[in-house]
Every structure is written in C-alpha cells, then in structure tokens.
C-alpha cells in the first residue's frame, strides 16, 4: 500500500515544489524575492542545528 | 498599512466561484483578479510581512516558511479541484493590482502556452528509499559468526561491505528502471535532488526523487504502476505524492521580464 494522500504533506516534498518549481516572475513590477537557493541552504544549516538542539524539532503536527 | 499583493497561482476565468473561506497565506482569504481574460488569485498582505526585507527574514524562519508554504499549497490545491492552475513560485509578491495586471500583459503568451500544455494533467511525486539496515545486520551476524582470526574478520567485513554495496546498487538499478517505467507512461518527467534525511525526517537513503506530468484521466493506472513496482525489490520503499498542481511542468522557471 503507496497511498500518501490522506497523510500530512512533509514540507521537504512542498519546498521541492513551491521554491524549486513554479513559474518565475521577477521585475520591476515584483518586489525582488529572496534568492531561493539561499534560502534553501540556510534551511538545511537551519534545520541542523535545531536538529542538534532539540531532539522532537519542529511543529510538524500543526494541520493547516 | 499598505496591502501587497501575494499571487499564487495563474489560471483561466474558473466556471465556479472559489470557496468563500478559501483561506491562503497568513490566513487571509484569496481573491481573483481577472485581466484579459486570464486570472491572477491572490492575497492581500500586510508590507510589514511580505515586503522584500521582512519576507527575505521570514524565509528563514522554518515555522513561518512551514505555514507559509502549506498556505500556498492549500490555496493551489482548492484550485486543482476546480481548473489547472498555472502555480508561481513561493513568496511572489507585488506592489498592488495594476503590478498584477502588467505581469500578465507582459507574460500573456507564455502563460497561455503553458495553461494549455498543462489543461487535465497533474503531478506525481515519487521517491524511491533504500533501506539502510547496517545497523540491524550487524547485530544479527555478531552471534553467528565471532571472528576466529584476523583474517576471519576481514573476510566478514568484506562479505557485509559487499552486501551493502549490491542492496545500493540494486536499490540504484531498481530507482533507474522505475523511472524508466514511469517516464515511458508519463508525459513529462523532472529529477529533483534526492533529499537530505535530516530535512525530510524519512528512514534510509533516497535514491530517486522524481516527478511525472500524467493526465488526469490516466493517473488511476499510474499509481497502480508506481503500487506494484515496490512489490519486486526488497530493501526498497517507494513514495508516492499527489496529485499536485504541475508546479514542477511550469517550463517557465526563467525570468523573462
């Protein structure tokens, strides 16, 4: 059994997704957004050290 | 305060109205504006929150950018059920409605040409895993085989190094041949970077994160492939994710404007 539908999405498969995929607009007519692969990197360092921290990290539970 | 405003999604004129409470990013409900003939749905958001500094500051704030991108999500998602969304990329914001309505002047054939390259099909996310069972191995063969000599344990080392290296490479094959499988049924497929375990909190090594563009009309028989690939392979675990807007099919990830 594969079915992942009814489990709560893990954010690594959105941010794959929403910073990774998606159209690109940029402009003058858009504020200028944060580079995304910066972001990206500083998530991981991020989530390292809140990793190294604390044992049970984020509120991953938290239903939108 | 000033209201920014923080587009998710393009897509053609919907036939039905969105949910009234179709709520989006910092749980202010999404609206459409319409401009030749196309729709922008967006919010408007506070410039304390969204400007390019405080949202530069946000995106680094793991809960806000959890909320944020769930959010996004929950709003493409509602759309999927109704039209194909054309979505944009996390955290695109502008100044105001006529900053949507040139982004869409400027950008009108493109986004014609992807909604229609798009219209009925969606995204399936697959990840293929293998397991890592060294530590279990290892406990398991202590008893049975205590090394008599020096030469013994190195022969042990060797035979479990190479058991290791085959259950790789055959996880590596099996992921190969899936994508293979997939990709012939699929009519479009992305590579993403296999993902870091520590982000994704998931057991074993991630050998294949993939995604495929498959109609809807033909995504039942596409699960069914991915459901019994998993059954041929032991050691290895397949993931399946959607379906999702073709977030990763956009094919307009460079800046044009």
């Not at chain 2, 998602?77 to 105001?96: C, E, K, M, N």
């Not at chain 2, 992807?114 to 008893?143: H, N």
């Not at chain 2, 495929?212 to 069914?224: A, G, N």
């Amino acid at each position: 059994m594969i079915a992942v539908e009814h489990r709560e999405i893990a954010l690594v498969d959105l941010l794959d997704r929403l910073l990774a995929g998606g159209v690109v607009i940029t402009g003058d007519i858009t504020l200028r957004i944060a580079d995304v692969d910066l972001v990206r990197i500083d998530l991981n360092a991020l989530i390292s050290s809140v990793n190294a921290q604390v044992p049970s990290p984020w509120p991953e539970a938290e239903a939108p | 305060m000033t209201a920014l405003r923080y587009v998710y999604a393009v897509c053609r004129p919907l036939s039905a109205p969105l949910q009234a409470q179709l709520t989006g990013v910092a749980g202010i409900p999404a609206r459409q504006l319409e401009h030749h003939g196309l729709i922008a749905v967006l919010s408007l958001v506070p410039e304390e929150d969204f400007a390019e500094e405080p949202l530069k500051e946000h995106l680094e704030d793991l809960e806000w950018l959890t909320a944020t991108a769930r959010a996004h999500q929950n709003v493409v998602d509602a759309l999927t059920g109704v039209t194909t969304p054309l979505p944009l990329r996390l955290g695109t914001v502008f100044r105001d409605d006529s900053g949507v309505r040139v982004m869409i002047e400027e950008r009108e054939e493109d986004f014609r040409h992807a909604l229609d390259r798009l219209e009925g099909r969606v995204e399936w996310g697959v990840k293929v895993y293998v397991e890592q069972e060294e530590e279990k191995e290892a406990v398991e063969e202590r008893p049975a085989a205590r090394p008599a000599s020096g030469r013994d344990y190195l022969r042990q080392r060797r035979r479990r190094t190479a058991a290791h290296e085959q259950r790789g490479q055959k996880a590596d094959e099996f992921a190969a041949r899936l994508h293979e499988a997939l990709s012939g049924y699929a009519e479009d497929a992305r590579l993403h970077a296999p993902q870091n375990a520590t982000l994704s909190g998931a057991t074993g090594r991630n050998v294949l994160n993939a995604s495929y563009l498959v109609p809807r009309s033909r995504s039942e028989e596409f699960v069914e492939l991915v459901d019994r690939a998993e059954d041929d392979t032991p050691g290895v675990r397949v993931e399946l994710t959607g379906p999702w807007a073709a977030y990763s099919f956009t094919g307009l990830t460079q800046g044009v404007a």
